[in-house]
């Protein structure tokens, strides 16, 4: 048996959900249709550790289609969904993911996808890849190079090129600018709000919401929990995101202080301890608090757990937890990605772009990727355009082009005002 699902009598309505994406991302479908003719995959074998998402599986059966042969796993406990992972497998697909999974039960899972020895390697985090190089250094030999989609991935895989550690060349789909800027902000500021209202159906107008850390997750979150009436709080470590905050109209302060003020704490950071127990000791009763940052490191669980009391299940993703003193906070989807453990992830639209980016990096490693040296690289700039420029027109909308006379201009340093 290549899968380990929950269920697969799942498989029909996983269908209808990977239907409804399909009809939401033109540009991958676009790509789909292209690779179907000309088979740039050919021949690859792709062991991927990514979400099981509709979105993913629309980017599955692209990389199927396109001539790979897949073997996936999730990269999160709670982000699985069932339905989709079940009509996956039910395709014949390889695919080992659960909603649930315990963290040895998550290892076994990549492991499983390591049994066919990839040629390629698809990462959110990048614990595939660390589990070639720490378990299984000699399938590095085989494997031409790898894509990492998300900050933190990108951020511990620079850090491990610069040790000369790497093994391969990897693309770091996460800074195009058709990824970062797109599905960071609005993919994470939409579903991590979503997330938190389907765990906690709270009234966000006139709420006090702080967000922990204004980079590009941050600010997409910050700016949507305005768009409903919040008040938004940032804190930040780099003075020039904390002043950007500020010139966008939020309020920006140490989380020392942000704690006692908040309603609802959104984190986002990538970096452990944003929420530790000094905070929990000052914050409001009914404080609400979640993370969207890539781990769930962000909110230091163990204090909480020192200071409670008492704690149930009050509704799905979203513990009580009854401190000493009395006063409640309710932690949502253990402190994990708040957007895919209660909602669905990014809505389709934007990962659109972002799978795009994914496809079109291992088409290009598949091509030509024996030639890279074992670094981190970007994907070229022109891709950004292209895939936006498409995207646009999928949209039904133009945009205008230099004429000739601008582009002399552009280029003419002799001419004054
Ligand atoms: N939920 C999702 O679906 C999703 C999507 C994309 C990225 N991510 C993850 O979200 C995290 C943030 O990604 P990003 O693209 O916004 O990164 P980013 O680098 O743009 O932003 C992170 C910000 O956090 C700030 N920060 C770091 N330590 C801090 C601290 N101790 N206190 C306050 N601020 C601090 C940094 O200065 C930076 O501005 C990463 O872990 C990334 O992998 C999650």
């Known amino acids: 048996m290549n899968h380990k699902v929950a269920d697969l009598k799942l498989a029909d309505a996983g269908r209808l959900r990977i239907d409804w ?77 659960w909603h649930g999974l315990s963290v040895d039960e998550f290892y076994w899972c990549i492991e499983r996808t390591l049994d066919f020895k990839p040629t390629l390697t698809l990462d959110d985090g990048a614990d595939l890849i660390f589990q070639v190089h720490a378990k299984h250094p000699e399938l590095a030999k085989s494997v031409i190079g790898g894509t990492e989609e998300t900050t933190t991935g990108v951020q511990r895989l620079r850090a491990m090129a610069a040790d000369g550690k790497l093994l391969y060349p990897v693309y770091a789909v996460n800074d195009s600018e058709t990824k970062w800027d797109f599905d960071n902000v609005y993919g994470t500021g939409q579903s991590s709000l979503d997330g938190v209202l389907r765990a906690t159906s709270v009234l966000l107008a006139g709420k006090t919401v702080v967000v922990g850390g204004y980079g590009h997750c941050g600010r997409g979150v910050a700016e949507r929990a305005r768009g409903m009436g919040a008040n938004i709080v940032a804190t930040e470590i780099r003075a020039t995101q904390a002043l950007k905050a500020v010139l966008e109209g939020h309020r920006v302060m140490k989380m020392d202080e942000a704690a006692k003020l908040g309603d609802v704490f959104i984190t986002a950071t990538g970096m452990k301890d944003i929420l530790v127990g000094r905070h929990f000791d000052v914050m409001k009763d009914g404080a609400v608090i979640c993370n969207t940052g890539h781990y769930d490191c962000e909110i230091n669980i163990g204090d909480l757990e020192a200071r409670t009391r008492s704690k149930r299940e009050i509704r799905p993703n979203n513990e009580e937890y009854t401190l000493k003193d009395g006063r409640r906070i309710y932690l ?86």
Not at 45 to 68: D, F, Q, S, W
Not at 345 to 354: A, I, R, T, Y
């Open 21 to 97: 994406a399909e009809s939401r991302m033109p540009v991958l479908m676009a790509l789909r249709e292209r690779a179907k003719r000309e088979q740039p995959l050919k021949g690859m074998r792709i062991a991927g550790c990514l979400h099981v998402t509709k979105e993913t599986a629309v980017l599955v059966r692209t990389l199927v289609a396109a001539g790979a042969e897949i073997s996936w796993s999730g990269c999160n406990p709670l982000s699985t969904n069932d339905e989709v992972a079940a009509a996956l497998a039910a395709e014949g697909l390889s695919m080992y993911a």
């Open 332 to 417: 949502l989807a253990k402190g994990r990605l708040i957007n895919l453990a209660a909602a669905e992830g990014h809505p389709s639209e934007v990962m659109d772009m972002s799978f795009a980016n994914q496809f079109l990096a291992l088409c290009a490693l598949a091509k030509d990727g024996k030639k890279l040296e074992k670094k981190v690289y970007a994907l070229p700039p022109e891709q950004d355009q292209e895939l936006a420029q498409l995207k646009l027109g999928t949209m039904g909308m133009a945009i205008d082009a230099l004429t000739a006379e601008q582009q002399k201009y552009l280029s003419d340093y002799s001419a004054g005002t």
